[in-house]
């Protein structure tokens, strides 16, 4: 099944160029003579590098070969990362360059899904937002808008978010794990 350019979303997944691809941004443009361009950038899902390319509009890819399987993460092994498949309880490794940003919002028995291109793991989706505790930030001061009114803060898995002021550390947070930033203070 064809995919055209006026059907791009954030998250769609193409096939280009022989290789499985995420949209993660999407414009479409129309200058005075020339023919409409959609910009896009797009993330290579087998290295993870991030490209900008322009595409006419009305060209046409394919759906990549992807399976997702639902599997809970266990721990991580160095720099690996190991999942285990919630039907056959075997466990596939996954590197924290296969994971990209991911790795920041794992959290031990969390479940995620795990891409298979071709039947090979290639990386995770997890779910939109996660509720991590804040282990580190500075004491927000009242008063204090020169910084636009957030903070760093250190979650428990090792990211750093933007926060409000008010939130202290200790506190649970829930994150979007598409964009990296703070959505509300949970307790």
Known sequence: MSISTSEFRRGLKIEWEGKPYEVLEYQHSKVAKGQATVRTKLRDLL????????????????????????MQYLYREGERYVFMDLEDYDQVYLDKDQLGEAWKFLQENINVYVLYYRGKPIGVELPKTVELRVVETEPGVRGDTVSGGSKPAKLE????????????????????????????RVS
């Open 157 to 184: 898995t090792g990211a750093v978010v933007q926060v409000p002021l008010f939130v202290n550390e200790g506190d649970v947070i829930r994150v979007d794990t598409r964009t990296g930033s703070y959505v509300e």
């Open 47 to 70: 290295t993870g590098r991030v490209l900008e390319v322009n595409f006419r509009s009305g060209d046409t890819f394919e759906r990549p070969d992807l399976e997702e399987r639902e």
